[in-house]
């Protein structure tokens, strides 16, 4: 009788319970977000029976999405087993769709067991969205399970994280699919439509390689899919916590669940795209998210330069508008390419223009004047600058032409003075000719000159009329004539392109070299500006893989690196990159010398982490008198717990205990409180049907 006293005085001491500041917390939150699914929105949920479907998953999880991605969206025998008869709308699972799916969140607290040291959390009529999401509509049938009706179809995501202490063990029972993911890695796989099944995972033992201190990803994926029955339960004590909440103070979210595009961003423009705010965004009091939303225009962009592409404000829809070619000083519109655009040509070409405008915009002319009074100067369109003689020769003998100093012409009658030959020249002179008289009134025959002075031009009579004209000197291709020679004249080869270098080959043909804009930086794109005739130098943008890989240049080659997060500062404050959000902060969780029994505590003002006891102490931290107890009895800690419960409970307590928490008694049949008669004494606790 002494002996049993003593025993239940330090079983009675280990469950007093006293309230410190470091006792152990008595809840664990799993911030939860359910996805009410449908059978009449998505075949996969109350298909007919199925059975436990290893494999269905990859086994790393897509860190972006932070959700599991089948190994093969086709209809495959594996899929068929786990029945997944829809493979493509299985990416609704675990995400908001307002087409498939309605999100509740959902938090799930488990309860601190002191005997185990574990947070436990077990329903087996696990049904938390009864009569919300789908249901609550009144739109869609709420599926029955015998007179009960029950909401039956939905799935359960938990993106979180934990730091790792050394000692942590996850337990799942239940039914239907179940992954979970520690490190990115499948590291429990219970999927497929089945009954109650069971997984354990402890992470010492593991091959997931975790460091202590370290902090990781844990993301836990439920579905219920079938009305026979719906069960939950898990038995943990990893600390899991949420690193940070969107908006809509969803764990781990990005703004989804409350935050629809289409609906809550729609602006009613259609020429706008309409996206939600970044899952960061901090909405001020008064204010509504749709306040925060984006509305980007909508581009339309188009490869044919005459035209630009535009939104239709009235559909939506890309359409072509044809362009109008602005004026530019000194050129002239001769039409648009498809290619290049418009196209423009000097307005002051030719042989009688310099190529220049004035600032009116008029064409500066070329200067042909000269110096000698006798001398008529003209610029002919053609033929360019021309000199002709101011007194030319008449066609009458008897009359003779000269030119004074200042340029006056004179015209000397010389049939007074002499005998004229007029008609003796009449007979003799043909159209091209003209001519004049000697002292004895001979008539002397003259060609008429063709030359005008200018040296690009070739003067010619006609035989008939006897009319002198000039032609101009013709020379090959883009070559012009000047000072009686065909010169290379590179305006002649403007293609309006500012962008290229327009030259008159020697042979007369025309070149274009595109102009040379490299900067010899192979970060850059280089290129011209054909309106403004000058280089640009576009930084290469290499594009960012995900969130946390930031794309930049090397040597003309696109790389990423890790992005660096701004640091805070604070010893106690985690600052990382995560591929879901990107940058995020959170609290440190310290780990403590013995993690069952002691809060690790983190501190700003000595950047140190510290062990602190737990007080009241947790049941499994009270070792030594339950040791020394547990020693005369000749059971293990364990032992003596279960002893504790048979106790107070009796024997059926002990056996509900064990059933449910798997958990060993050993050597309990040399316990003397087990035995009928130890020592040839009865044992007053033992009775056959207890």
């Not at 200067?367 to 003209?378: E, F, H, I, L």
């Not at 021309?386 to 009658?413: E, F, H, W």
């Not at 205990?657 to 009928?676: C, F, G, R």
Request: with cysteine; proline share 6%; glycine share 8%.
């Amino acid at each position: 009788m002494l002996k049993l006293n003593i025993l239940l005085f330090v079983l009675l001491s280990v469950l007093a319970f006293t309230i410190y500041a470091d006792e152990i917390p008595s809840t664990l939150k799993l911030e939860a977000i359910i996805f009410d699914q449908h059978p009449s929105l998505d075949s996969n949920f109350e298909p007919e029976g199925g059975n436990l479907t290893p494999g269905l998953v990859k086994t790393s999880l897509n860190q972006v999405s932070r959700v599991p991605e089948l190994v093969s969206t086709a209809q495959t025998a594996l899929n068929n087993q786990g029945r997944i008869k829809s493979p493509t709308t299985f990416k609704w699972w675990f995400a908001s769709n307002p087409a498939t799916n309605v999100p509740i969140q959902s938090p799930m607290v488990l309860n601190y067991q002191d005997r185990s040291g574990v947070y436990s959390y077990s329903n087996s009529y696990f049904f938390p969205i009864d009569g919300k999401g789908w249901d609550a509509t009144g739109k869609y049938r709420i599926y029955s399970n015998g007179s009960v009706n029950h909401n039956f179809h939905f799935c359960l995501k938990i993106n979180s994280k934990f730091t790792y202490k050394g000692t942590e063990e996850f337990l799942f029972v239940g039914d239907d699919d179940v992954w979970v993911f520690i490190d990115n890695k499948l590291a429990v796989d219970l999927g497929g439509l089945h009954s109650r099944e069971q997984a354990s995972i402890n992470l010492k033992s593991s091959t997931l390689g975790l460091k202590v201190d370290k902090t990781y990803n844990f993301d836990f994926f439920y579905c219920e899919r079938h009305t026979t029955a719906s069960n939950m339960r898990i038995d943990t004590n990893l600390e899991v916590f949420c690193p940070y909440y969107d908006y809509c103070g969803v764990c781990s979210g990005d703004g989804s669940t409350c935050c629809n595009a289409a609906t809550t961003c729609n602006d009613n423009k259609p020429c706008t795209i309409d996206t939600c705010p970044p899952w960061n965004t901090v909405i001020d009091s008064g204010k509504s998210i749709s306040d925060y939303c984006s509305h980007t225009p909508k581009s339309c962009p188009n490869d044919n330069q005459c035209y630009t592409g535009s939104c239709n404000t009235a559909n939506g829809n890309c359409q072509q508008t044809k362009i109008t070619c602005p004026p530019i000083a000194c050129q002239v519109l001769i039409g648009c390419n498809n290619s290049t655009g418009c196209q423009y040509k000097p307005k002051c070409s030719g042989p009688c223009n310099t190529g220049k405008c004035d600032a009116q915009g008029e064409c500066i002319a070329r200067d042909c004047q000269g110096s000698d009074p006798c001398k008529v100067y003209s610029c002919d369109p053609n033929s360019g600058c021309s000199m002709v003689d101011k007194c030319p020769q008449l066609d009458n003998p008897c009359i003779i032409a000269s030119c004074s100093a200042n340029g006056t012409c004179i015209n000397t009658d010389i049939s007074q003075g002499g005998k004229c030959c007029k008609d003796d020249c009449d007979d003799k002179l043909k159209p091209c000719q003209y001519g004049t008289c000697d002292t004895d009134g001979k008539c002397i025959v003259h060609e008429k000159d063709l030359e005008d002075g200018n040296l690009c031009t070739i003067g010619k009579c006609d035989p008939a009329t006897g009319v002198v004209s000039q032609d101009p000197v013709v020379c090959d291709g883009c070559k012009d004539c000047a000072e009686g020679n065909c010169i290379q004249v590179d305006a002649n080869c403007d293609d309006s392109n500012f962008c290229t270098i327009d030259a008159c080959s020697a042979s007369g043909n025309c070149t274009y070299t595109p102009t040379n804009c490299d900067d010899q930086d192979p970060c850059t794109i280089d290129t011209c500006d054909a309106k403004e005739g000058k280089c640009v130098h576009t930084p290469l943008v290499c594009p960012d893989e995900g969130n946390c890989q930031v794309g930049y240049c090397s040597a003309g080659e696109c790389k990423v690196k890790p992005r660096e997060c701004p640091a805070t500062g604070a010893f106690c404050l985690i600052t990382e990159c995560d591929e879901a959000a990107g940058c995020i902060v959170y609290d440190k969780r310290c780990t403590s010398d013995n993690p069952k029994c002691q809060r690790g505590v983190c501190s700003n003002e000595t950047a140190e982490c510290v062990s602190r006891d737990y007080d009241p102490k947790p049941f499994i931290c009270k070792t030594a008198a339950v040791v020394s107890t547990a020693v005369i009895a000749g059971v293990t800690v364990a032992g003596a717990v279960a002893l504790g419960l048979a106790i107070f409970g009796g024997k059926k307590g002990y056996d509900y205990w064990k059933e449910t928490h798997d958990n060993k008694i050993s050597m309990a049949t040399e316990n003397p409180l087990y035995v009928q008669n130890p020592a040839s004494a009865e044992n007053p606790l033992y009775t056959g049907n207890t």
